[in-house]
T-cell receptor, first 115, second 113 residues
Framework: GQQLNQSPQSMFIQEGEDVSMNCTSSSIFNTWLWYKQEPGEGPVLLIALYKAGELTSNGRLTAQFGITRKDSFLNISASIPSDVGIYFCAGPANAGGTSYGKLTFGQGTILTVHP | EAQVTQNPRYLITVTGKKLTVTCSQNMNHEYMSWYRQDPGLGLRQIYYSMNVEVTDKGDVPEGYKVSRKEKRNFPLILESPSPNQTSLYFC????????????FGPGTRLTVT
């Protein structure tokens, strides 16, 4: 199956700072998804990307579909305490064929924001 | 409000006592899926369903059963739970098997003693 490498594994930042994280795959993707999971809750879909080079924003979050189609980036500007959580990238489990809806996930980036 | 609901949210049970975790979605989604989340192992798919009466195994189906008799419901059944099934479980749904954007429920934390 696909391997997704997400980095960094964790980040400790001050409120107001910008955050960047990325995800790389071993194969070419046609879709990248970014999720956020808060403690005790399920993952929430933040942004979906469908096209190489695409840049999509959701409030202070901006995600990019890498030109090589093997990577994606998520940026959070002017972080606030409620940004705390685990951020996951995800893509099709079978990039070269039919995924039947199956996703593969990165290991997650744990974000801590100090007030 | 469009959502995926799961019940119960927390469950402590003993080895061998059959249990069912319910999942329901109100978005008329065709595709539904169950995941378990474990530290260091991430999210792993247990079973999925492409539509009513169509289910298939995911990556870790052993010890689990599912059924899809109605479009909105996708219960997860543990016939004889064991301690290694202690985990955080999530149900998810998407519009169809071709739409990868999945919407997750709030999770069920299961402890098997």
């Amino acid at each position: 199956g696909q391997q997704l490498n997400q980095s960094p594994q964790s980040m400790f930042i001050q409120e107001g700072e910008d955050v960047s994280m990325n995800c790389t795959s071993s194969s070419i993707f046609n879709t990248w998804l970014w999720y956020k999971q808060e403690p005790g809750e399920g993952p929430v879909l933040l942004i979906a990307l469908y096209k190489a080079g695409e840049l999509t924003s959701n409030g202070r979050l901006t995600a990019q579909f890498g030109i090589t189609r093997k990577d994606s980036f998520l940026n959070i500007s002017a972080s606030i305490p409620s940004d705390v959580g685990i951020y996951f990238c995800a893509g099709p489990a079978n990039a070269g064929g039919t995924s039947y809806g199956k996703l593969t996930f990165g290991q997650g980036t744990i974000l801590t924001v100090h007030p | 409000e469009a959502q995926v609901t799961q019940n119960p949210r927390y469950l402590i049970t003993v080895t061998g006592k059959k249990l069912t975790v319910t999942c329901s979605q109100n978005m008329n989604h065709e595709y539904m899926s169950w995941y378990r989340q474990d530290p260091g192992l991430g999210l792993r798919q247990i079973y999925y369903s492409m539509n009513v009466e169509v289910t298939d195994k995911g990556d870790v189906p052993e010890g689990y059963k599912v059924s899809r008799k109605e479009k909105r419901n996708f219960p997860l059944i543990l016939e004889s739970p064991s301690p290694n099934q202690t985990s955080l479980y999530f149900c998810a749904s998407s519009q169809s098997v071709y739409m990868l954007e999945q919407y997750f429920g709030p999770g069920t934390r299961l402890t098997v003693t």
